[in-house]
């Protein structure tokens, strides 16, 4: 089906970053497989390309253009010929908007051009052994002592973890309210902060997800990003987009995956004819691609709306909801096409199939989208408990 959201730029934009998905990021991907990270020359490349913040403004070095569907090009490139452990947009659109929208000029002028450039490498740490849907019940603490800061706890599953000179950390600022979190800029180096292992996961092999230390790390004033006990509703701010990327992504997958699977089914021959000619394939084929089609109207309708900054919590809660639990079904019937070699590493659509899983559980799971969706429609329990409105789940990637 045709999409109407891009202009003749974002497809000029897009050769450009198809070609630089091939030439730098592709070839590195079995590697980054086995070693369970990305080279750090990955962003510094992506940066000298100009994809990083585009965003921000041109005084730092950015590009000055908050057009999301850049993002959206650049996500669906990486989705096709790049590496899924490739946390660009994690960086682009997921962190660096923290510093760019909540950061005083002082902060900007600081943080920004290296993150821009690639030489700074963003994560945002909110997930803790203990909390992760429920955002409100972490436990890493940052005393006010005065001239500074005093941060002890510890995170887990922070994406971009091991690379990350700057991490977002979200602490417990006041303990007397389970809202009264803050934001804080760690960088590489600081006394304290330690990095743990960098975690074995099903999927996603190439992406350094670790855990992360705080001990009495002392936090010069000036790293607090944002105000004071406001972290949870800055939070809750940015979570929309962070949905909406993270639809952007799932769907391009899928629609990848479909491809691929295309391609497959009229090679493969079984019975004397190519596994395409079964009427199971047709039909799933069939099935596979409107699903695709119209989860793709409604996610280019969501962007369109989110330029304009009116995209809803609830629409993108449903974006992220519909088209991460779609990539799953996709991922599961293009493996199932594929018979055996679906299931050797070898073969993409494996490693796609087992990247795909964690999509109905990070930037928010599947049951909390339909929590938010649910009360969208009107039925919230909290309501009728006559209890004040709050936004207590989330999640981060
Ligand atoms: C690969 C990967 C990368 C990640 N990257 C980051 C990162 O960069 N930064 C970061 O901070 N975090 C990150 N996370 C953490 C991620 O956001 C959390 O795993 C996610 O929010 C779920 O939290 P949890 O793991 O604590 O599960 P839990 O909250 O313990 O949930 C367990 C189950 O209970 C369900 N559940 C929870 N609450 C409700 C409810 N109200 N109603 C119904 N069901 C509910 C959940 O849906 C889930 O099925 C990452 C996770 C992974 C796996």
Redesign the pocket.
């Known amino acids: 089906m045709s999409r109407h959201l891009f202009d003749e730029e974002h497809e000029i934009f897009r050769d450009s970053v198809r070609a630089f998905m091939k030439k730098e990021i592709q070839p590195n991907s079995d590697r980054w497989h086995e070693e369970g990270i990305v080279d750090r020359e990955a962003f510094l490349k992506a940066g000298k390309q100009g994809l990083l913040l585009m965003w921000a403004d041109e005084k730092y070095g950015g590009a000055g253009v908050p057009d999301f569907r850049y993002e959206q090009v650049l996500i669906e490139e990486n989705a096709r010929f790049g590496d899924a452990g490739f946390f660009m947009t994690?960086h682009n659109r997921l962190v660096g908007p923290y510093i760019g929208e909540l950061g005083t000029e002082q902060q900007k002028a600081r943080w920004l051009p290296k993150c821009i450039s690639g030489e700074h490498i963003l994560?945002?740490?909110?997930?803790e052994p203990g909390?992760?849907?429920?955002v409100a019940g972490i436990r890493t603490r940052a005393e006010d002592k005065g001239d500074h800061f005093l941060l002890n706890g510890s995170?887990t599953?922070?994406?971009?973890?091991i690379n990350a000179d700057l991490v977002i950390v979200v602490a417990k600022t006041n303990p007397e309210s389970r809202h009264g979190l803050s934001l804080f800029v760690v960088d590489r180096g600081m006394e304290g902060f330690e990095r743990g292992r960098n975690l074995k996961?099903m999927g996603?092999k190439s992406?350094d997800?670790a855990e992360l230390f705080f001990n009495n790390v002392k936090l010069p004033k000036e790293n607090l990003l944002g105000e004071l006990h406001r972290g949870f509703y800055h939070l809750m701010h940015f979570l929309a987009e962070e949905r909406l990327l993270g639809a952007v992504g799932y769907l391009a997958a899928a629609d990848a995956a479909f491809d691929i699977t295309m391609g497959y089914i009229q090679e493969r021959k079984a019975f004397g004819q190519a596994i395409a000619e079964f009427q199971n394939t047709r039909f799933k084929m069939a099935d596979m691609r409107t699903e695709i089609d119209v989860a793709q109207a409604f996610v280019d309708q969501c962007v369109l709306e989110h330029n304009r900054g009116e995209l809803s919590a609830d629409n993108a809660a449903k974006a992220k909801l519909f088209t991460s639990e779609l990539e799953g079904r996709v991922m599961d019937d293009c493996v199932q096409l594929h018979g055996g070699a679906g299931y050797m590493d070898e073969y993409p659509i494996s490693r796609m199939y087992l990247n795909a899983r964690?999509s109905r559980?990070?930037?928010?799971?599947?049951?909390?989208m339909r929590?938010i969706i649910a009360r969208s429609v009107g039925l919230d329990p909290r309501k009728k408990k006559a209890q004040p409105p709050s936004a207590s789940?989330?999640?981060?990637?």
């Open positions: 994690l994560a945002v740490a909110i997930t909390a992760g849907s429920d995170k599953y922070t994406s971009n973890g996961k996603l992406q997800t964690v559980i990070y930037a928010g799971s599947s049951e909390v929590e789940s989330r999640s981060a990637a």
